[in-house]
């Protein structure tokens, strides 16, 4: 029963979510009315889940990356030096800045619950003063903004990895909303701050962010360089702490997490030894490189040729593109750094340029699909990168498991490659003040 819901349950809220979204992005809603709308859902949804993990839920959790964090936190306050094993693989004020809120809920998981509630709102708040900001400039629409933000409310990664969990890839965002906000109101030195400082703050994927920092508005050397400070200042330090502050990179080159196309590979014996070989560990990271690469190249081609412009939604779709790519390429795609796209591709999904919302559904499939994948690796009793040996020998039952792995990761690899290409048509794309798109048809 309980696997049943954990399996089902995604796809029920994830649709739940499309419900939502359909019936708040629907124009015979007035704009007052669809404010109180998302701003009702949202505090409803937030308090009701974190009361019921407070209340009952907490106490049945035995194994996340929350439940770790009690470990690594309980060594903090003992006054035990911060070494490599201790801070792996999360950047060195990670866990001293959830401290002040599991001591205030008794060192319960519950403190780590709301802390990541408190990142999102973090988010959520400099995410809409952005969006206000490129409304008056005419890069943005009210109706826009509402349709991003119902989208994202209710999604299932947001509701069971950020809201119910507490998980870390939302302090990521955290540091990304008000770095571009920042960057909108002119205070560069801080805008690029505090965006290079979510390397030090959440963890390395942080610098899937950084492209979208230099798409907001046109980059200025100076400013960069006198905001990487405080960024080379903490790490100077911490490799001298440590000794090896690259250590997480080189551990998640060789693991295999589900979701991704590598992890479908391993189902084929004979691509084993391709896999653990060299040229198979580099061969993700190269990819991203080139398609980044290439992805880039074509946003400054465009900027050049005055087909794009530095604004808001541009740096948005930038992210989207980074973030899908990683997804894509990488070997290791956890679904709990699902959120870390959530935001971004919010916005990206419901641009007016759309005339389906075939991206918008893709973003909730991600959504739905990041967790259910999680349960069924669980649920094979193997470990990760073993999906050959089930089909060569396992039993029925872990067989139909691994054939929905299967499925579900080329159904997520197939919606991270529109959320990719969407993403980058968005920075690419020129937002003319005072210009309005199309609007977004069912």
Not at 72 to 89: E, I, S
Not at 263 to 286: D, E, K, M, N
Not at 397 to 425: E, K, Y
Request: proline share 6%; net charge positive.
């Amino acid at each position: 029963m309980a696997l049943a819901f954990r399996i089902i349950g995604p796809f029920v809220i994830a649709l739940i979510s499309c419900a939502f979204y359909v019936y708040a992005s629907s124009h015979r809603l007035a704009p007052v009315q669809k404010r109180r709308l998302l701003l009702t859902v949202y505090l409803g949804s937030r308090v009701s889940l974190w009361l019921f993990f407070s209340i009952f839920l907490q106490k049945h959790v035995t194994s996340s990356d929350p439940f770790y964090y009690t470990t690594y936190m309980a060594k903090f306050l003992a006054g035990q030096v911060p070494v490599r094993d201790f801070f792996y693989p999360y950047g060195p004020f990670l866990i001293p800045s959830i401290i002040p809120f599991y001591l205030l809920l008794g060192r319960r998981l519950s403190g780590i619950s709301l802390f990541g509630i408190f990142a999102e709102a973090v988010a959520l708040t400099f995410f809409v003063k952005s969006l206000s900001i490129t409304r008056k400039r005419g890069e943005t629409t009210e109706s826009w903004a509402y349709d991003a933000l119902a989208l994202y409310l209710l999604n299932p990664a947001t509701l069971y990895y950020t809201v119910l969990q507490g998980y870390n890839s939302i302090i990521q965002t955290a540091y990304l909303m008000p770095a571009l906000y920042l960057l909108l109101r002119g205070k560069n030195v801080w805008g690029y701050a505090v965006g290079l400082y979510g390397l030090a703050g959440s963890k390395l994927l942080a610098v899937l962010d950084w492209p979208a920092l230099l798409t907001v508005r046109r980059p200025r050397l100076t400013a960069i360089l006198l905001g990487a400070l405080p960024l080379i200042a903490t790490y100077t330090a911490y490799q001298g702490i440590t000794g090896d502050i690259l250590f997480p990179i080189r551990t998640h080159v060789s693991i295999i997490s589900p979701g991704n196309v590598w992890y479908v590979l391993w189902a084929f014996p004979r691509l084993h030894p391709f896999l653990t070989g060299r040229i198979g560990l580099v061969l993700p990271s190269l990819l991203f490189a080139v398609l980044f690469l290439l992805g880039f190249v074509r946003w400054i081609w465009c900027v050049r040729e005055g087909r794009a412009s530095f604004s808001f939604p541009a740096a948005l779709g930038m992210s989207t593109f980074c973030t899908s790519l990683f997804f894509l390429c990488s070997r290791y795609t956890s679904g709990s750094y699902v959120p870390i796209v959530l935001f971004p591709a919010s916005l990206v999904a419901t641009s007016p340029r759309w005339r389906s919302r075939r991206i918008a559904y893709s973003l909730l499939a991600v959504s739905a699909l990041c967790s259910i994948n999680h349960t069924l690796s669980h649920e094979l009793g193997t470990p990760r990168g073993l999906l050959g040996d089930v089909f060569a020998s396992g039993s029925t039952h872990q067989r139909v498991f691994g054939a929905l792995i299967v499925m579900s990761s080329l159904i997520s690899v197939f919606c991270f490659t529109l959320l990719a290409r969407a993403g980058l048509q968005t920075a690419t794309a020129k937002h003319e003040p005072g210009r309005e798109a199309p609007t977004t048809s069912a």
